[in-house]
């Protein structure tokens, strides 16, 4: 491992804020990482590991701690996979979308529209990652994760990381530590061996984003970069020729409520089922039937809904700013907060915490950020 000057995290996260940290490490190998992350964790300093630094908003004051910058990269193909299938092993700090397009040009499915998405691949299990209906949880396999509380690196199944709509057992949720205090050295995908043919597209979600009926074939190549063009064009892939480039993604998430909160919103508004509803099955033992049948007790999925929908209807437009700001809602999509030119983390929080205000008395709704806040208060 290397100790490096610190320089400030604005020039190392994609909102372009954040102060200068005590220390910083640049950890290239796996055993750099893992002694770095033992050495820090030994001393008891405060720490933060950073890869992409795409999904953070941290705060203008100086980081007292140290903070560890993943450099490692890798793929490697390992076996254990069925047939038709392939695993890979990805070191942590290997380029997410990199790693989309190594799978594409080999002809494997399973997270293809998840391209574009700026980061790290370390940090998709730790949020769940997912774009158009496509989540990391449907082909991660295992991560290997350095342990805070024992210093070990354990294996460690997509099962026993819970992952949920974005969210994980390592996740840091605004209010509320994690779960499972650790950091992930490498994980390992499953992915369908599909060739480079036209083959069906599943999910009515991608379908959907992709325009495209539902008996569709198209090649993975076509999805990556029909995906790629659409995230374009909403300012939600890095460009710096691109005002709306400094952003965190999207910045809250769509919110998951009950179905009966559903139909309080607007009918307009868009809204997923996040489960398939089931009509329950009563089953009554001839000996105890009296000729009567209870009546079924209908259980409806919770359901997905828009938050850039949301912001929008509560009349916060694209490109919206508080005055003398210079943080603002992108003007392509307005999930996105946007650094339009030295604006402060201050100043982002202030934005984020106005929107929250206008949703929640338009629609009774308390959207939630998305990106981990370090020394930052909504």
Not at 284 to 289: G, H, M, R, V
């Given at each position: 491992?290397?100790?490096?000057?610190?320089?400030?995290?604005?020039?190392?996260?994609?909102?372009?804020?954040?102060?200068?940290?005590?220390?910083?490490?640049?950890?290239?190998?796996?055993?750099?990482?893992?002694?770095?992350?033992?050495?820090?964790?030994?001393?008891?300093?405060?720490?933060?590991?950073?890869?992409?630094?795409?999904?953070l908003l941290v705060g203008d004051e100086p980081f007292e701690?140290?903070?560890?910058?993943?450099?490692?990269?890798?793929?490697?193909?390992?076996?254990?996979?069925?047939?038709?299938?392939?695993?890979?092993?990805?070191?942590?700090?290997?380029?997410?979308?990199d790693l989309v397009e190594y799978t594409v040009a080999a002809g494997l499915a399973g997270i293809e529209a998840m391209s574009g998405i700026p980061g790290s691949a370390g940090a998709a299990p730790i949020q769940n990652v997912g774009a158009y209906g496509q989540e990391i949880v449907e082909t991660l396999v295992e991560v290997e994760l350095l342990d805070e509380a024992t210093g070990e690196v354990e294996t460690?199944?997509?099962?026993?990381?819970?992952?949920?709509?974005?969210?994980?057992?390592?996740?840091?949720?605004?209010?509320?530590?994690?779960?499972?205090?650790?950091?992930?050295?490498?994980?390992?995908?499953?992915?369908?061996?599909?060739?480079?043919?036209?083959?069906?597209?599943?999910?009515?979600?991608?379908?959907?984003?992709?325009?495209?009926?539902?008996?569709?074939?198209?090649?993975?190549?076509?999805?990556?970069?029909?995906?790629?063009?659409?995230?374009?064009s909403k300012g939600m892939v890095l460009d710096d020729d691109d005002v709306d480039t400094h952003s965190a993604g999207s910045f809250f998430q769509n919110a998951i409520v009950s179905a009966a909160f559903a139909r309080t919103l607007p009918p307009e508004c868009p809204r997923w089922p996040v489960a398939v509803a089931v009509e329950p099955v009563t089953v009554?033992?001839?000996?105890?039937?009296d000729g009567l049948v209870p009546t079924p007790v209908s259980i409806q999925p919770d359901v997905k809904v828009s938050a850039a929908w949301l912001i929008e209807h509560a009349g916060l437009g694209k490109g919206f700013r508080l005055p003398r700001s210079r943080a603002g809602l992108s003007t392509k999509h307005a999930l996105a907060l946007t650094n339009r030119g030295g604006a402060t983390a201050g100043e982002v929080a202030e934005l984020a915490r106005y929107i929250q205000h206008r949703v929640q008395s338009e629609f009774g709704l308390l959207l939630q950020p998305e990106p981990v806040l370090v020394g930052v208060e909504l």
């Open positions: 491992m290397a100790e490096i000057a610190p320089v400030p995290l604005a020039q190392l996260t994609t909102l372009r804020v954040g102060g200068v940290p005590e220390r910083m490490i640049e950890a290239r190998s796996r055993d750099e990482l893992i002694d770095a992350l033992r050495s820090v964790w030994a001393d008891g300093d405060p720490w933060l590991v950073l890869g992409g630094g795409s999904n701690g140290t903070v560890v910058l993943i450099r490692t990269d890798g793929i490697t193909r390992v076996e254990g996979a069925p047939d038709g299938r392939v695993r890979l092993r990805v070191e942590a700090g290997h380029d997410w979308d460690v199944s997509a099962r026993e990381l819970e992952l949920g709509f974005r969210t994980s057992v390592l996740k840091q949720h605004y209010g509320q530590g994690s779960r499972r205090s650790g950091v992930i050295v490498s994980l390992t995908v499953e992915l369908d061996d599909v060739g480079h043919g036209d083959v069906p597209v599943r999910g009515g979600q991608l379908r959907q984003a992709l325009r495209l009926a539902p008996d569709a074939a198209v090649s993975l190549r076509w999805i990556r970069q029909t995906v790629l063009e659409t995230r374009a009554i033992p001839l000996a105890a039937y």
